[in-house]
């Protein structure tokens, strides 16, 4: 495992990396946003909102949808970043085979069981999550799939409290906006 000692340069890595490889992907919203908007989002959150001043949960936020997502491995974002880095991503990522439902499901059980880095992570992607539904919703998406959302979101990140009460805040705030019919 490489040491850490550039700090900044592992945040530049991480998000040069990150772009590279969601290079083709674009979010679900209207405007259909570059993908790399949304994990920038989360280092962004996480620094201003949160506090967090760790580079390695910095990084890990600019990964998290990597091995879900892209072509990236594990060992691929070990050899890189760094076993805590790695591990942190390997917690964010869904197992892709299982039905939708199976996923949402074990998001909520293994939120509970997470590091403070994942979980704090974990607050920050369902905080811009929110964000982005509640401003500009993805096409098609109904009110029902817009609450049906909003409420998973909770039920994630109450298993998600006690690592970062700023982040719990800014969330609770957002879900106070809940559309309603
Ligand atoms: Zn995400």
């Known amino acids: 495992m490489p040491k850490v000692r550039d700090e900044l340069g592992l945040v530049l890595r991480a998000v040069q990396f ?4 969601h290079t083709d992907q674009r979010r679900k919203d209207v405007r259909k ?4 908007n949304h994990p920038i ?33 594990y060992d ?3 050899g ?16 892709r085979f299982l039905r939708t439902e199976t996923r949402k499901r074990l998001q909520v059980s293994k939120a509970g069981k997470s590091s403070a880095a994942a979980k704090q992570v974990k607050l920050a992607d369902k905080i811009c ?19 049906t959302y909003l409420d998973w979101a909770k039920e ?4 998600a409290r006690g690592v970062n009460p700023r982040l719990e805040r800014m969330f609770d705030r957002l879900y106070r906006q809940r559309p309603v019919g």
């Open 80 to 95: 890189l970043f760094g076993a805590g880095v790695a591990d942190t991503v390997a917690e964010l990522t869904d197992t």
């Open 129 to 147: 999550n929110l964000r982005d539904i509640l401003a500009s919703p993805p096409a098609g998406w109904s009110l029902k799939r817009r609450q």
């Open 156 to 159: 994630v990140v109450d298993q």
């Open 76 to 78: 691929e974002l070990r």
């Open 33 to 36: 946003k570059p993908y790399i």
């Open 41 to 73: 989002a989360l280092a962004e959150v996480l620094h201003t909102d949160g506090g967090v001043r760790d580079p390695a949960v910095i990084a890990a936020a600019l990964l998290h949808d990597t091995i879900e997502d892209t072509v990236t491995t």
């Open 18 to 21: 990150a772009a590279h490889k």
